[in-house]
């Protein structure tokens, strides 16, 4: 696939370090030819970042807080000076205080759950349209990443799945939004994956294991599987695709029960 994107440039937000589901995208999209460009938020991010972005031939690093309208105007008024126009945009921003994400939803601050949907949802919608001018003119690609506890309960996800779902239900207005000017907008849904971001909702390793040895696979995604599945997205053959949820997860999605070994 070396040759499948060459010539499409674009930029990745939100990889915090080599297990970020956003860095296996952003290795396959360069892996596939594209060019990149990346965002991080805060310092200690920028210095995992630095290394990370020199390895896929990226010099392009802007540091933006996605609550902060003057951030994201100064970064992608950066990205225009770069590049006149971008082919894709990889959104993988997502955030809860962690104290939260045990326990109950029924205990979720109004506090968090306002500031879970602005930075998980409102600012896919606000990146999107800082975007906008950039693929008007030829089209492109905006990707976001959700998960199964949008639409099921998942034990501590609590307002992330409320989050998510308010993600999905944004993709496919975004979707019908931009559609008639050739952008398309969709949303990989990978299982659990041992990410920083992951590691933060209580009972993650059960869940993980559970998924593991349940899913028709009986495997959990890849990093790998997310980015090709990204890489199809962001190129030609993923043309007549838009406003859609790709699970990357095992098939695990499709279960009504655990396989009868694990009752």
């Not at 609590?158 to 496919?172: F, H, I, W």
């Not at 994956?193 to 696979?217: E, H, S």
Request: include cysteine.
């Amino acid at each position: 696939m070396s040759e499948l994107l060459k010539g499409k440039r674009g930029l990745v937000m939100g990889v915090a370090n080599e297990r970020s589901i956003a860095w296996g995208i952003a290795k396959a999209l360069h892996g596939a030819g594209a060019e990149l460009a990346f965002t991080y938020q805060g310092e200690a991010f920028g210095k995992r970042l630095e290394p990370l972005a020199a390895s896929v031939g990226s010099d392009f690093m802007v540091d933006v807080d996605v609550t902060d309208d003057a951030s994201l105007d100064a970064a992608f008024a950066a990205l225009a000076d770069r590049w006149p126009s971008i082919d894709f945009l990889v959104h993988a921003i997502a955030f809860s205080d962690k104290s939260e994400l045990t326990g109950r939803i029924l205990n979720t601050s109004r506090d968090n759950f306002k500031h879970s949907l602005d930075i998980s949802c409102y600012s896919f919608i606000d990146v999107a349209r800082r975007a906008h001018p950039l693929m008007v003119e030829n089209g492109g690609t905006l990707l976001t990443l959700t998960y199964e506890g949008s639409q099921r309960v998942v034990p501590n996800y609590n307002v992330m799945g409320v989050a998510k779902a308010a993600l999905e239900s944004a993709t496919r207005y975004l979707a019908n939004d931009l559609g008639p000017e050739g952008i398309r907008v969709n949303a990989i849904s990978p299982g659990p994956m041992k990410t920083l971001a992951g590691a933060a909702i209580g009972g993650a390793r059960k869940t993980y294991k559970f998924t593991d040895q349940n899913a028709p696979l009986r495997s959990n995604a890849t990093l790998e599987a997310v980015g090709g599945t990204a890489v199809y997205l962001v190129s030609d053959a993923g043309a007549c695709t838009t406003g859609e949820i790709i699970h990357v997860d095992g098939g695990f999605h499709v279960l009504g029960m655990p396989q009868y070994e694990y009752l």
